[in-house]
């Protein structure tokens, strides 16, 4: 076994996804430290490259206020940060808005999706509400079956290329980013002094853990539960329909949803299954996915496809990510379980965590979402 002879750096990072550049990149940025991130295969070769990219707080999944506000303020690390990325990194990753429809096709549908808009407009959200008339009007490809919808400007961006400004951005800081597999964390007495990749021992002040789904195996390391599992989501990648230019509305419902995206794709979603780490898309997937959107969007029904793609998403018990301290340890940190969010949230929980790190009271409490919360799990 070889020790590493270059000079220890503050902190290193296991996970090249954008929530391991993320902290990286505001580590360096922000604090001035000296970081190495270990990603074993590419970076956002994960679920962070293959996201859906649009940033919202507000779905298919109701949040605490709490949550809700977490990720609100992650929306607006968004607008506040993209003119650094882009020229820190060289990278745009077409961040813009998308006006996007939540329809209804039952009266029930109607009165859930206006109690929503209550409690949107109580947190400062601008939601309007439509009756089928009005968008009708709106000349979108959303059937006119709906009843109304709920109407939001939303922001969006590309995944895979977001992913990339923020880890070259971080390199930009002087981050640096190597290929390996961390397989275990260095231990003198109670803290962490470095982590295993291979024969090797990378000695680092500090060490954090975000590898998505796969830091269910770094409870071993640590001594800990880490219950998070992946959930395999598919997407359906479509070309407009011969003639048709782009849709300017993304339609979103409980059933699926359609996304037009700035880099030309036409995005169909989304499935959530548990089917361990395989990451292998699915002819059954993309049949169920396209019949779903085909009842949202008829026009679809003649789309072209061009791609399907799965990503493993890291989910947890309670739908809440996990970041911050590991119990029983000094200078030991986690960040995973992010899910349908981690691109959404990747700024305000690179942030908020690398305070943490550094001894600073973080901008957005991380309390809700602290590893001591599954201490004693099964």
Do not use: N
Request: proline letters at 6%; aromatic letters at 6%; charged letters at 20%.
């Amino acid at each position: 076994m070889t020790t590493s002879t270059r000079s220890a750096p503050d902190v290193v990072i296991a996970g090249a996804g954008i929530i391991g550049c993320a902290t990286a990149y505001f580590l360096a940025a922000e604090h001035g430290l000296r970081v190495v991130v270990i990603e074993r295969d590419g970076i956002a070769s994960g679920a962070s490259g293959g996201a859906a990219g649009e940033l919202g707080a507000v779905g298919r999944h109701r949040f605490s206020e709490a949550f809700t506000r977490f990720i609100m303020r992650g929306i607006e690390l968004h607008t506040e940060l993209a003119p650094a990325l882009r020229e820190e990194s060289g990278v745009d990753y077409l961040l813009g808005d998308i006006p996007l429809l939540r329809p209804a096709f039952e009266e029930s549908e109607a009165a859930e999706l206006r109690e929503q808009m209550r409690w949107q407009h109580g947190l400062g959200m601008d939601v309007e509400w439509l009756d089928a008339q009005a968008v009708r009007g709106l000349g979108t490809w959303l059937t006119p079956d709906a009843l109304g919808a709920a109407l939001t400007v939303e922001r969006q961006l590309e995944a895979y290329p977001f992913a990339l400004a923020v880890a070259q951005a971080a390199e930009h800081h002087g981050v640096e980013i190597r290929t390996g597999e961390v397989t275990g964390v260095l231990r003198s007495g109670g803290r962490a002094v470095g982590v295993r990749i291979g024969s090797e021992e990378l000695a680092a002040g500090a060490v954090l853990v975000a590898t998505g789904p796969w830091a269910v195996d770094a409870g071993a390391w640590m001594g800990a539960t880490v219950p998070v599992s992946p959930l395999r989501g598919q997407i359906v990648h479509l070309a407009p329909p011969g003639g048709m230019p782009m849709p300017q509305h993304a339609i979103f419902h409980e059933t699926g949803y359609l996304l037009p995206k700035a880099g030309g794709d036409l995005l169909a979603g989304t499935t959530q299954e548990l089917a361990g780490f395989d990451r292998q898309p699915t002819s059954e997937a993309q049949d169920g996915i396209m019949e779903a959107v085909v009842r949202l969007a008829p026009a679809v029904i003649d789309a072209p496809i061009r791609d399907l793609t799965a990503c493993l998403r890291p989910s947890t018990p309670d739908g809440l990510p996990i970041i911050g301290a590991v119990e029983g340890w000094q200078d030991l940190y986690i960040s995973t379980g992010h899910a349908f969010k981690g691109v959404t949230l990747a700024l305000v929980s690179g942030r908020s965590l690398a305070q943490l790190m550094t001894g600073e009271a973080p901008d957005v409490a991380l309390d809700d979402y602290s590893p001591a919360r599954f201490a004693g799990a099964a």
